[in-house]
Nanobody, 119 residues
Framework: QVQLVESGGGLVQPGGSLRLSCAASGSISNINVMGWFRQAPGKQRDMVALITSNGLTTYADSAKGRFNISRDNTKTTASLQMNVLRPEDTAVYYC?????????????WGQGTRVTVSS
């Protein structure tokens, strides 16, 4: 079992920055992908950024060039640095982790942290 705890959400003005963090605990040795998703009111949950255990990253088109995902040296924390924030970035951001044991994959989600971009 994996537990994910997010932090860093809040209110920020357009053009500002926020840094979100996700701390993983439990069976962390089996995690091979961590990432961030977001869900705005009335919309589906979409991928924002992913990072593998090897450091490979993937970004949504709307995030590329503005956001950066990283992991600490122990690979138990995934951070999302968000710059040049826009009102359309307003959403609940969810940490996500995928474990793999052989051919068995399991998905885990955090509780979410709210980001509001407004003047």
């Amino acid at each position: 079992q994996v537990q994910l705890v997010e932090s860093g959400g809040g209110l920020v003005q357009p053009g500002g920055s926020l840094r979100l963090s996700c701390a993983a605990s439990g069976s962390i040795s089996n995690i091979n992908v961590m990432g961030w998703f977001r869900q705005a009111p009335g919309k589906q949950r979409d991928m924002v950024a992913l990072i593998t255990s090897n450091g490979l990253t993937t970004y949504a088109d709307s995030a590329k060039g503005r956001f950066n995902i990283s992991r600490d040296n122990t690979k138990t924390t995934a951070s999302l640095q968000m710059n040049v924030l826009r009102p359309e970035d307003t959403a609940v951001y969810y940490c996500h982790a995928v474990t793999r044991i052989g051919e068995i994959y399991e998905s885990y989600w955090g509780q979410g942290t709210r980001v509001t971009v407004s003047s």
